[in-house]
């Protein structure tokens, strides 16, 4: 769970950066946040988890 809050803190920033420098009006982004809410009542939101948890679980192993 403690992943799932990182990523939409980070994509809520970016959302936010975009809104206010120009480069993504409010309209659109309202409606890209209320596809994300749908998409995620849908069967395919256990496929995007397992997709993003996989994604993080490979970034994590990546050693400097």
Do not use: C, H
């Not at 809520?12 to 993504?24: A, N």
């Not at 256990?46 to 990546?62: K, T, V, W």
């Amino acid at each position: 769970m403690a992943i799932s809050l990182s990523v939409v803190l980070l994509l809520g920033i970016v959302l936010v950066v975009l809104i206010r420098g120009g480069s993504l009006k409010a309209g659109p982004a309202v409606v890209a946040m209320l596809f994300g809410f749908f998409l995620a009542s849908t069967g395919m939101a256990d496929d995007i988890q397992r997709f993003l948890d996989s994604l993080a679980s490979m970034i994590n192993s990546i050693s400097l």
